[in-house]
Nanobody, 123 residues
Framework: QVQLRESGGGSVQAGGSLRLSCAAS????????MGWFRQAPTKGREAVAI????????HYADSVKGRFAISRDNAKNTLYLQMNALKPEDAAMYYC????????????????WGQGTQVTVSS
């Protein structure tokens, strides 16, 4: 079981930056991948960025490519999401997630979730 706790959300003007952090504990060494998801009111959950634990490979939603960067500090068991050039449409609750199974990573079927951190972007 992996426990996840997000931080770093807040309010920012369009064009600004934020860095989200996700502190992980538990069987983090066995996670095949970790990722950031977001959900805005009246919208479905969207996968924003995924990082594979062992290879370091990353994948991004088209809407954030070139603006967001996912990274992981294995020594600190912390996942990050650097968000630059934020747009009003990036406003959402952002969730950190982890998954043990590589197959579930591909299908975005993550088992462990944090409580979320709110990001607000004003125009």
């Amino acid at each position: 079981q992996v426990q996840l706790r997000e931080s770093g959300g807040g309010s920012v003007q369009a064009g600004g930056s934020l860095r989200l952090s996700c502190a992980a504990s538990g069987y983090t060494y066995s996670s095949a991948c970790m990722g950031w998801f977001r959900q805005a009111p009246t919208k479905g959950r969207e996968a924003v960025a995924i990082i594979y634990t062992h290879s370091g490979d990353t994948h991004y939603a088209d809407s954030v490519k070139g603006r967001f960067a996912i990274s992981r500090d294995n020594a600190k068991n912390t996942l990050y999401l650097q968000m630059n050039a934020l747009k009003p449409e990036d406003a959402a609750m952002y969730y950190c997630a982890a998954e043990l199974s590589p197959r579930n990573c591909i299908t975005l079927n993550f088992a462990s979730w944090g409580q979320g951190t709110q990001v607000t972007v004003s125009s």
